[in-house]
């Protein structure tokens, strides 16, 4: 079962990044401790030349970190059919205990890899590159958790078995289910929709506000990451209700399915493009005040700020349409 093309290619993607990383630490290092740009000397001149070398294998890295969160959620939807029990993506992550903290792991690091990705964004585009320092130091920090992200895969998918009867998301988010998805999936339809819609509502004006005035992008990115969490309820209390038109279906994964013809991708693909764009915008808010990137900042982050707003408002009109075109009935008048 290890060598299913999708699981090949996760393997590698998050092995080679660790590996990458790993390879670039000593540098990242010497990065950290002896850059000066302020230097002509021959050391300086060489860290300069590398670090271009470095920093496009990095970006490289990350971007491809983002490929891999849907690639892992496709994967695990379409080897649904290979265990007994699995009609979802759910039911191939519960197949042994390694495959939801596997998942968690890699939308961890999707956000980590943006947010990476923004600020060495904005140095680049300074002429002094202010921070080189600060982006290899967040190398280093990024290594771990790449690093445990690949180990949770690696044990996920090293321990499939087609064997195991495995359960689903019908037992999982069930009325008679313990743990926090089942609370989740229990929660009324109206306070769900009072929580979403205000989330959504908040988190676009602020971002909104900040690509505007350039003001308050801590509270905009606070807001964002608050807006996906709001989302990922609504989507489990009565997105997903009113997608299969049935009052207890609740499983956030069978909406990426074919026979619901793959809507789910439309609320999950802006929601994680705004909340990458939203903790971006808080990721580049510390260097604002540096000289060279006084200019640079405000303009990047407003229009991450301009993205993550435009992409919580899509997000609404899809969970509107969906509500609205259903033949399901949640809310009596």
Same mark, same amino acid.
């Given at each position: 079962?290890?060598?299913?093309?999708?699981?090949?290619?996760?393997?590698?993607?998050?092995?080679?990044?660790?590996?990458?990383?790993?390879?670039?630490?000593?540098?990242?290092?010497?990065?950290?401790?002896?850059?000066?740009?302020?230097?002509?000397?021959?050391?300086?001149?060489?860290?300069?030349?590398?670090?271009?070398?470095?920093?496009? %294998? +990095? &970006?490289? $890295?990350? =971007?491809?970190?983002?490929?891999?969160?849907? !690639?892992?959620?496709?994967? @695990?939807?379409?080897? /649904?059919?290979?265990?007994?029990?699995?009609?979802?993506?759910?039911?191939?992550?519960?197949?042994?205990?390694?495959?939801?903290?596997?998942?968690?792991?890699?939308?961890?690091?999707?956000?980590?890899?943006?947010?990476?990705?923004?600020?060495?964004?904005?140095?680049?585009?300074?002429?002094?590159?202010?921070?080189?320092?600060?982006?290899?130091?967040?190398?280093?920090?990024?290594?771990?958790?790449?690093?445990?992200?690949?180990?949770?895969?690696?044990?996920?998918?090293?321990?499939?078995?087609?064997?195991?009867?495995?359960?689903?998301?019908?037992?999982?988010?069930?009325?008679?289910?313990?743990? %926090? +998805? &089942?609370? $989740?999936? =229990?929660?009324?339809?109206?306070?769900?929709? !009072?929580?979403?819609?205000? @989330?959504?509502?908040? /988190?676009?004006?602020?971002?909104?506000?900040?690509?505007?005035?350039?003001?308050?992008?801590?509270?905009?990115?606070?807001?964002?990451?608050?807006?996906?969490?709001?989302?990922?309820?609504?989507?489990?209390?009565?997105?997903?209700?009113?997608?299969?038109?049935?009052?207890?279906?609740?499983?956030?994964?069978?909406?990426?399915?074919?026979?619901?013809?793959?809507?789910?991708?439309?609320?999950?693909?802006?929601?994680?493009?705004?909340?990458?764009?939203?903790?971006?915008?808080?990721?580049?808010?510390?260097?604002?005040?540096?000289?060279?990137?006084?200019?640079?900042?405000?303009?990047?982050?407003?229009?991450? &700020?301009?993205?993550? =707003?435009?992409?919580?408002?899509?997000?609404?009109?899809?969970?509107?349409?969906?509500?609205?075109? /259903?033949?399901?009935?949640?809310?009596?008048?």
């Amino acid at each position: 079962m290890l060598f299913q093309p999708a699981i090949i290619a996760l393997l590698l993607a998050s092995g080679v990044a660790v590996a990458m990383l790993a390879s670039a630490a000593p540098f990242a290092v010497q990065v950290v401790r002896q850059w000066d740009i302020a230097s002509g000397s021959e050391r300086q001149l060489q860290l300069e030349r590398r670090t271009y070398l470095f920093s496009t %294998l +990095a &970006a490289f $890295v990350m =971007a491809v970190q983002l490929v891999a969160l849907l !690639l892992f959620v496709f994967n @695990a939807d379409r080897m /649904s059919v290979m265990f007994v029990g699995a009609m979802c993506a759910v039911g191939t992550l519960n197949v042994n205990a390694w495959g939801f903290p596997a998942l968690i792991a890699q939308m961890a690091v999707f956000f980590l890899a943006a947010s990476w990705l923004a600020v060495n964004h904005v140095d680049t585009r300074a002429p002094d590159y202010p921070l080189v320092r600060i982006k290899y130091a967040l190398l280093l920090i990024l290594l771990p958790a790449l690093a445990l992200a690949f180990g949770l895969q690696l044990k996920y998918f090293l321990n499939l078995r087609a064997d195991v009867i495995t359960s689903c998301c019908g037992s999982l988010f069930s009325g008679d289910a313990k743990g %926090l +998805a &089942a609370e $989740v999936a =229990a929660l009324k339809p109206a306070p769900a929709m !009072l929580l979403f819609y205000g @989330a959504i509502a908040v /988190s676009t004006g602020l971002t909104f506000r900040h690509a505007r005035t350039g003001r308050g992008g801590y509270a905009a990115a606070a807001a964002s990451a608050a807006a996906f969490a709001a989302t990922l309820i609504g989507v489990l209390s009565f997105v997903s209700l009113y997608i299969y038109e049935h009052p207890n279906h609740h499983c956030p994964f069978c909406i990426l399915k074919p026979e619901y013809g793959h809507q789910g991708y439309w609320v999950y693909v802006p929601l994680f493009a705004a909340t990458a764009a939203g903790l971006g915008v808080g990721a580049l808010q510390p260097f604002r005040r540096i000289e060279s990137l006084r200019r640079i900042v405000p303009a990047v982050s407003a229009r991450m &700020a301009g993205i993550a =707003a435009f992409g919580y408002l899509l997000v609404a009109a899809v969970a509107t349409y969906f509500v609205l075109h /259903s033949n399901l009935i949640l809310i009596e008048h």
